[in-house]
């Protein structure tokens, strides 16, 4: 059984706040790392992917990626009302029968007030 | 420009009660998964088809079965539908499996369907 661990929240910031999400992982062999946004009785989107060790950046989304610490994070910088959402930390499997499945935490839950 | 469509959005069935979740995708992907979504428990993937005319089991496919139909349509059975199966139902699609050489790894997600069994 991967393990995909999220601060379950609810986390709440100001309106123009950085948001900072966190995600660990079990599986040490994982390459690929995701975050999906998911607004209230919507279905998940892609938004962010990263696979190598350090920072990148779309926007105001940066995702971290650290393999050693098996951790990965999502900073929201400048956060907006249009923010709030829960967000998915995915992680692929690398693993021989499981390759390629997607493995999702149980999310955080983000509101951003004005 | 539908992309993956779920039928149908809402459904209440009696426990023993059977039916059959349509997908379909209209962007010629190769694979497609079926997943579930449980308050505080995340998506898990219940069966996938990495192509068409193939089915494989995910991390909770007891009480499901599947069917690739062609490479748009992928179905999800419930046989015997119980009250533990009471669930958001979520099919999705990608180009190509999420495990081969392709380096756009996105799934595209359909509405979903809202599922209770009493």
């Known amino acids: 059984q991967k393990e995909v661990e999220q601060n379950s929240g609810p986390l709440s910031v100001p309106e123009g706040a950085i948001a900072s999400l966190n995600c660990t992982y079990s599986d040490r062999v994982s390459q690929s790392f995701f975050w999906y946004r998911q607004y209230s009785g919507k279905s998940p989107e892609l938004i962010m992917s990263?696979?190598?060790?350090g920072d990148k950046e779309d926007g105001r989304f940066t995702a971290q990626l650290n393999k050693a610490s098996q951790y990965v994070s999502l900073l929201i910088r400048d956060s907006q009302p249009s923010d709030s959402a829960t967000y998915l930390c995915a992680v692929r499997s690398d693993r021989g029968s499981t390759l390629g499945r997607l493995y999702f935490g149980r999310g955080t839950q983000l509101t951003v007030w004005p | 420009n539908a992309g993956v469509t779920q039928t149908p959005k809402f459904q209440v069935l009696k426990t023993g009660q059977s039916m059959t979740l349509q997908c379909a995708q209209d962007m010629n992907h190769n694979s497609m998964y079926w997943y579930r979504q449980d308050p505080g428990m995340g998506l898990r993937l219940i069966y996938y088809s990495a192509s068409e005319g193939t089915t494989d089991k995910g991390e909770v496919p007891n009480g499901y079965n599947v069917s690739r139909l062609n490479k748009r349509e992928f179905s999800l059975r419930l046989e015997s539908a119980a009250p533990s199966q009471t669930s958001v139902y979520f099919c999705?699609?990608?180009?190509?499996?999420?495990?081969?050489?392709?380096?756009?790894?996105?799934?595209?997600f359909g509405s979903g369907t809202q599922l209770s069994v009493l």
């Open positions: 990263i696979y190598s060790n």
């Open positions: 999705a699609s990608s180009p190509q499996p999420l495990g081969g050489p392709a380096a756009n790894e996105k799934l595209f």
